[in-house]
């Protein structure tokens, strides 16, 4: 199984940008669906972002859509959320997650492997 570690959190104002990262250990994220998810404060973890194995499919949150981006570096087996005009709002954990077959998935229960998590804090 993937081990994942995420990292590139932080503390920032509001209309600031940060990459976050997910590096994998144990196995190459290159043949895997990966996923971004995030949970704030009194709230359920919820999906950010996904990208199938192959890099040519992508899905977003309506909530994130045109501000995040997720890329992949199959050579460093590395997972990138890119986040830019970060909201108040945008305030939570985000966790990486990775998963074997066809295609990514919204569903946490598709996802077999999690990172610890990441602290975003964004204020105004």
């Known amino acids: 199984q993937v081990q994942l570690a995420e990292s590139g959190g932080g503390q920032v104002q509001a209309g600031a940008s940060l990459r976050l990262s997910c590096a994998a250990s144990?196995?190459?994220?290159?043949?895997?669906?990966v996923g971004w998810f995030r949970q704030a404060p009194g709230k359920e973890r919820e999906f950010v972002a996904s990208?199938?194995?192959?890099?040519?499919?992508?899905d977003y949150a309506d909530s994130v859509k045109g501000r995040f981006t997720i890329s992949r570096d199959n050579a460093k087996s590395t997972v990138y959320l890119q986040m830019n005009s970060l909201k108040v709002e945008d305030t939570a954990v985000y966790y990486c997650?990775?998963?074997?077959?066809?295609?990514?998935?919204?569903?946490?229960?598709?996802?077999?492997?999690w990172g610890q998590g990441t602290q975003v804090t964004v204020s105004s």
């Open positions: 997650a990775s998963r074997g077959g066809v295609i990514a998935s919204r569903r946490e229960a598709a996802y077999d492997s």
């Open positions: 144990g196995r190459t994220l290159s043949s895997s669906n």
């Open positions: 990208l199938s194995w192959t890099g040519r499919t992508t």
